[in-house]
């Protein structure tokens, strides 16, 4: 009998000792677990301001479908309603960069608050009106008078019409003077001008017009100086969204229909698409020609290269 039990504790103490053992190797296992999450370094930040228009798609895409935090940056994307808040964004420092135009960076080159471009995105500005243009010598047309969409507005129809042009800034506004039969047609970026479609008003696209984008990304010299590793991360990760956008269209329908507040659900298969590029900027051509343009319009020269305001470093491959 004591030699039994002399066994049997025999057996204990070696159990005991082979659990013992297997103790610390998982508290060790568990240490370098947590001690491997310290040493992760965050990923870089970047906060971008976009704007309520069709342009905003590949960006949005590109966050639904993690390609930022793949290509090693933390993108936060700002919606902005209304383009002073996106500015004062801006100039506050709250956001890295944003969402704007050729006529606005331009503008912005000659003042204590410059920015540089380093993206073209893709917009489209179609015309609404109360009925056919056609058989017209003159029209009555909304826009707003020192911005692209004065532009567009000329290429649209000075080569046929004469244009009494009523500079009406607010988006809203511009489209209740069109819809109460006060103007015969505005300018109005998509989805909006399907939203206007749905309340009556005919859609005028103008394929082609302009030759090349007029809306671009734009970010602080602060941003490009301390964050260019992630801006490029940022570039990057755009060109692959743009390729799924390219195959398959509807995905730029469904996630703008995602983000845009209070867009009608009878607006997602009406909303006219532009063809989504590649990571791209306007040539110095076309770039030296929206500056004599917002020359005549602002009554100010514009001394500047092209390369003071556009920085392609990111969109090379």
């Given at each position: 009998?004591?030699?039994?039990?002399?066994?049997?504790?025999?057996?204990?103490?070696?159990?005991?000792?082979?659990?013992?053992?297997?103790?610390?190797?998982?508290?060790?296992?568990?240490?370098?677990?947590?001690?491997?999450?310290?040493?992760?370094?965050?990923?870089?930040?970047?906060?971008?301001?976009?704007?309520?228009?069709?342009?905003?798609?590949?960006?949005?895409?590109?966050?639904?479908?993690?390609?930022?935090?793949?290509?090693?940056?933390?993108?936060?994307?700002?919606?902005?309603?209304?383009?002073?808040?996106?500015?004062?964004?801006?100039?506050?420092?709250?956001?890295?960069?944003?969402?704007?135009?050729?006529?606005?960076?331009?503008?912005?080159?000659?003042?204590?608050?410059?920015?540089?471009?380093?993206?073209?995105?893709?917009?489209?500005?179609?015309?609404?009106?109360?009925?056919?243009?056609?058989?017209?010598?003159?029209?009555?047309?909304?826009?707003?008078?020192?911005?692209v969409t004065n532009y567009l507005l000329e290429q649209y129809l000075a080569p046929?019409?004469?244009?009494?042009?009523?500079?009406?800034?607010?988006?809203?506004?511009?489209?209740?003077?069109?819809?109460?039969?006060?103007?015969?047609?505005?300018?109005?970026?998509?989805?909006?001008?399907s939203i206007g479609a749905l309340r009556g008003l005919e859609k005028i696209v103008?394929?082609?017009?302009?030759?090349?984008?007029?809306?671009?990304?734009?970010?602080?010299?602060?941003?490009?100086?301390?964050?260019?590793?992630?801006?490029?991360?940022?570039?990057?990760?755009?060109?692959?969204?743009?390729?799924?956008?390219?195959?398959?269209?509807?995905?730029?329908?469904?996630?703008?229909?995602?983000?845009?507040?209070?867009?009608?659900?009878?607006?997602?298969?009406?909303?006219?698409?532009?063809?989504?590029?590649?990571?791209?900027?306007?040539?110095?051509?076309?770039?030296?020609?929206?500056?004599?343009?917002?020359?005549?319009?602002?009554?100010?020269?514009?001394?500047?290269?092209?390369?003071?305001?556009?920085?392609?470093?990111?969109?090379?491959?």
């Amino acid at each position: 009998m004591r030699n039994r039990i002399i066994a049997i504790l025999c057996i204990l103490t070696t159990v005991l000792a082979l659990a013992g053992c297997n103790k610390p190797k998982t508290e060790t296992s568990a240490n370098t677990t947590i001690e491997e999450s310290i040493r992760t370094e965050p990923l870089p930040t970047l906060k971008v301001g976009m704007m309520s228009a069709v342009d905003s798609a590949p960006f949005y895409h590109a966050l639904q479908e993690g390609y930022f935090t793949q290509e090693g940056v933390d993108v936060e994307l700002i919606l902005f309603t209304n383009g002073q808040n996106r500015q004062t964004a801006l100039q506050t420092g709250q956001v890295d960069g944003a969402m704007t135009d050729l006529v606005a960076l331009i503008t912005q080159t000659d003042s204590d608050f410059a920015l540089t471009g380093t993206l073209s995105t893709d917009g489209d500005f179609p015309l609404l009106a109360t009925g056919p243009l056609d058989g017209k010598k003159s029209v009555s047309a909304g826009t707003m008078e020192i911005s692209v969409t004065n532009y567009l507005l000329e290429q649209y129809l000075a080569p046929k019409y004469e244009i009494e042009k009523v500079f009406i800034n607010e988006i809203p506004a511009r489209l209740e003077a069109v819809v109460s039969g006060q103007l015969d047609t505005g300018i109005f970026p998509e989805p909006f001008a399907s939203i206007g479609a749905l309340r009556g008003l005919e859609k005028i696209v103008f394929e082609g017009i302009p030759s090349e984008s007029l809306n671009i990304i734009a970010f602080t010299k602060s941003a490009i100086a301390e964050k260019e590793s992630a801006i490029r991360s940022f570039h990057i990760a755009y060109g692959r969204a743009v390729a799924d956008l390219q195959r398959n269209p509807e995905l730029a329908r469904d996630v703008l229909m995602k983000v845009i507040p209070n867009l009608p659900p009878a607006v997602r298969d009406t909303m006219h698409l532009p063809e989504y590029h590649a990571p791209r900027l306007p040539s110095d051509g076309f770039t030296k020609e929206i500056i004599a343009w917002t020359g005549t319009v602002t009554g100010r020269e514009y001394i500047l290269e092209p390369s003071a305001m556009l920085d392609p470093r990111f969109v090379r491959q």
